[in-house]
């Protein structure tokens, strides 16, 4: 705790004011203790930003962080650039972000000085609803200071390229993924951001985000092992017996409908088996989606949420695996499908697409339509007019930090593809001639 609010002092985030305006309260702190990998405690002061008033303590909140196709692009850029790579973190990074509303704050417990003076808050306090924004703002601006370009497709990506060389950063709030083709200028550019934040030492890309990056020369493999021990000890499910599918053979939603439902800590475990979906276990993407929520309570079937984890369990050290081309050929290729008609519920077909840059994987989808297709080739299109979008956006993140050769769309239905290819549409198909159009301009 002192520790902490040394840090506090140092970095000034607070004056010590009387209270001046009556009807207005400061916000409260607590405490929040951690236990760390090394074994050492943390205290960390944290404001009680839930008390804030919007238009009065704060006005705008969001602050974007990179989108997990966007860092696989820019690991693929390393791969077969042969970018030298080090990751690092800023150390009370919301601390180095300014307030540009008047916040107060009552003192922290255990150092109040009997004054009743309150917490004129400069900085933006770990708590406070904009202390992120704040933060971003706060990098951003020192980007453009020395000269980086900050991409327009996804504001967390800066570039900076000078004869030939090119610099990357990736920002996830206070994590920090460097890669250069120069190792003496991506240092140079370490020591400046040093200079200016608080940082940890910068180390070799090995782990980022909890995902584990292993460079070899021919290879990258990404993986998560101990992101999965650690939820499958949270759901007590450790010593459960390995299974070798997601989901039992032939199985349906309508199966999960008619099963027995058990009030679990469902939020909890979707959204850690969500997280492992977009990261690195495309795998289980469809498992996941499949897996239904009854009434507000959000009940689910548990046997089936506990399979998912049983699969992990047996294959927790599957791996991600980008090759390296002797020949890049910086293309982007689409694979499109779908099924038709196989929920026997509602009857609405489910899309998938995976997009790939340079034969590695860095977007995939598995997603129920909206609406009930009334044949197969009705589905195939619909999923072709939506990939697309996932497409045109990473294509123009790409044209910002490389380049693209060509782009392919692979799909399997030959009615669907007559029906883009030919400008006449057929009868059956006219309520879907928006989208057959916007597939064509693509």
């Given at each position: 705790?002192?520790?902490?609010?040394?840090?506090?002092?140092?970095?000034?985030?607070?004056?010590?004011?009387?209270?001046?305006?009556?009807?207005?309260?400061?916000?409260?702190?607590?405490?929040?203790?951690?236990?760390?990998?090394?074994?050492?405690?943390?205290?960390?002061?944290?404001?009680?930003?839930?008390?804030?008033?919007?238009?009065?303590?704060?006005?705008?909140?969001?602050?974007?962080?990179?989108?997990?196709?966007?860092?696989?692009?820019?690991?693929?850029?390393?791969?077969?650039?042969?970018?030298?790579?080090?990751?690092?973190?800023?150390?009370?990074?919301?601390?180095?972000?300014?307030?540009?509303?008047?916040?107060?704050?009552?003192?922290?417990?255990?150092y109040d000085d009997g004054t009743r003076k309150v917490c004129k808050l400069n900085k933006s306090l770990y708590?406070?609803?904009?202390?992120?924004?704040?933060?971003?703002?706060?990098?951003?601006?020192?980007?453009?200071?020395?000269?980086?370009?900050?991409?327009?497709?996804?504001?967390?990506?800066?570039?900076?390229?000078?004869?030939?060389?090119?610099?990357?950063?990736?920002?996830?709030?206070?994590?920090?993924?460097?890669?250069?083709?120069?190792?003496?200028?991506?240092?140079?550019?370490?020591?400046?951001?040093?200079?200016?934040?608080?940082?940890?030492?910068?180390?070799?890309?090995?782990?980022?985000?909890?995902?584990?990056?292993?460079?070899?020369?021919?290879?990258?493999?990404?993986?998560?092992?101990?992101?999965?021990?650690?939820?499958?000890?949270?759901?007590?499910?450790?010593?459960?017996?390995?299974?070798?599918t997601p989901l039992k053979p032939k199985c349906t939603p309508a199966d999960f409908a008619n099963s027995e439902?058990?009030?679990?800590?469902?939020?909890?475990?979707?959204?850690?088996?969500?997280?492992?979906?977009?990261?690195?276990?495309?795998?289980?993407?469809?498992?996941?989606?499949?897996?239904?929520?009854?009434?507000?309570?959000?009940?689910?079937?548990?046997?089936?949420?506990?399979?998912?984890?049983?699969?992990?369990?047996?294959?927790?050290?599957?791996?991600?695996?980008?090759?390296?081309?002797?020949?890049?050929?910086?293309?982007?290729?689409?694979?499109?499908?779908?099924?038709?008609?196989?929920?026997?519920?509602?009857?609405?077909?489910?899309?998938?697409?995976?997009?790939?840059?340079?034969?590695?994987?860095?977007?995939?989808?598995?997603?129920?339509?909206?609406?009930?297709?009334?044949?197969?080739?009705?589905?195939?299109?619909?999923?072709?007019?939506?990939?697309?979008?996932?497409?045109?956006?990473?294509?123009?993140?790409?044209?910002?930090?490389?380049?693209?050769?060509?782009?392919?769309?692979?799909?399997?239905?030959?009615?669907?593809?007559?029906?883009?290819?030919?400008?006449?549409?057929?009868?059956?198909?006219?309520?879907?001639?928006?989208?057959?159009?916007?597939?064509?301009?693509?």
């Amino acid at each position: 705790m002192d520790e902490e609010m040394l840090s506090m002092e140092k970095n000034k985030v607070w004056d010590l004011v009387k209270l001046p305006e009556k009807e207005k309260q400061p916000i409260t702190c607590k405490w929040i203790f951690k236990r760390k990998r090394d074994g050492k405690y943390k205290a960390r002061l944290v404001a009680r930003g839930f008390m804030q008033k919007e238009g009065v303590d704060y006005t705008e909140t969001f602050s974007p962080v990179i989108s997990m196709p966007s860092l696989r692009l820019v690991l693929v850029l390393i791969l077969q650039e042969n970018l030298h790579s080090y990751v690092m973190d800023v150390k009370t990074a919301f601390l180095n972000g300014d307030l540009d509303e008047v916040v107060y704050m009552s003192q922290p417990q255990g150092y109040d000085d009997g004054t009743r003076k309150v917490c004129k808050l400069n900085k933006s306090l770990y708590g406070l609803k904009q202390a992120p924004r704040q933060w971003f703002h706060e990098f951003q601006q020192f980007m453009n200071k020395v000269k980086f370009k900050q991409s327009t497709s996804d504001p967390c990506i800066f570039i900076q390229e000078e004869k030939g060389r090119k610099i990357i950063i990736c920002l996830y709030v206070d994590d920090l993924l460097i890669a250069g083709s120069d190792p003496d200028e991506v240092k140079t550019v370490i020591n400046l951001l040093q200079n200016e934040f608080e940082m940890s030492k910068s180390a070799p890309a090995i782990e980022f985000l909890g995902i584990r990056l292993v460079f070899t020369p021919t290879e990258l493999k990404l993986d998560q092992e101990e992101y999965i021990d650690k939820m499958l000890k949270r759901f007590n499910m450790s010593d459960c017996k390995p299974c070798s599918t997601p989901l039992k053979p032939k199985c349906t939603p309508a199966d999960f409908a008619n099963s027995e439902l058990f009030e679990g800590p469902f939020r909890e475990l979707i959204c850690s088996l969500l997280y492992l979906t977009v990261t690195t276990r495309p795998d289980i993407l469809f498992s996941v989606n499949s897996q239904p929520a009854s009434g507000e309570t959000y009940c689910c079937a548990w046997t089936g949420l506990k399979r998912i984890l049983r699969y992990l369990k047996g294959t927790k050290n599957f791996k991600l695996v980008y090759k390296k081309l002797h020949n890049p050929n910086f293309n982007i290729d689409l694979y499109v499908d779908a099924d038709w008609a196989s929920d026997t519920i509602d009857r609405k077909s489910v899309s998938g697409y995976v997009l790939m840059f340079c034969n590695c994987p860095i977007l995939w989808c598995c997603k129920k339509q909206n609406c009930i297709s009334l044949s197969s080739t009705e589905a195939e299109i619909i999923a072709l007019s939506k990939s697309p979008q996932d497409l045109l956006y990473y294509k123009s993140v790409l044209n910002e930090i490389s380049h693209i050769n060509s782009i392919f769309i692979y799909e399997d239905n030959q009615s669907a593809i007559k029906s883009v290819t030919n400008e006449n549409v057929c009868g059956r198909l006219k309520h879907l001639d928006v989208k057959l159009k916007f597939i064509r301009e693509t």
